[in-house]
């Protein structure tokens, strides 16, 4: 079993930063590929970014803006969000998965946080 505990959301100029960190408890938190997805009122969950110990993967919407690492030592993986946009506004969830490989479908995720809002302003 693995719990999840998102933080680090909030309101946001555009052009500005935020670091969304996701702490981990449980054992064998190296062995899990993690996540960050993210939902907008009215639509779907949609992938941000993904980490595992064959790499990184990003939507083409936030690459070369954000950048996904992780602590195994710390149990945390984090998001730093640069140059950010009012369509980055959503609500950001971390999820952890036991594929060995980094993977953009929500369907795979098998634990999840409760979420943390970033709102970005105009």
């Known amino acids: 079993q693995v719990q999840l505990v998102e933080s680090g959301g909030g309101l946001v100029q555009a052009g500005g930063s935020l670091r969304l960190s996701c702490a981990a408890s449980?054992?064998?938190?190296?062995?899990?590929?993690m996540g960050w997805f993210r939902q907008a009122p009215g639509k779907e969950r949609e992938f941000v970014a993904a980490?595992?110990?064959?790499?990184?993967d990003y939507a083409d919407s936030v690459k070369g803006r954000f950048t996904i690492s992780r602590d195994n030592a710390k149990n945390t993986v984090v998001l730093q969000m640069n140059s950010l946009k009012p369509e980055d506004t959503a609500v950001y969830y971390c999820?952890?998965?036991?594929?060995?490989?980094?993977?953009?479908?929500?369907?795979?995720?098998?634990?999840w946080g409760q979420g943390t809002q970033v709102t970005v302003s105009s």
């Open positions: 980490i595992s110990w064959s790499g990184t």
């Open positions: 449980g054992r064998a938190f190296s062995t899990f590929a």
């Open positions: 999820g952890a998965t036991r594929t060995l490989f980094v993977t953009t479908e929500t369907s795979e995720y098998d634990y």
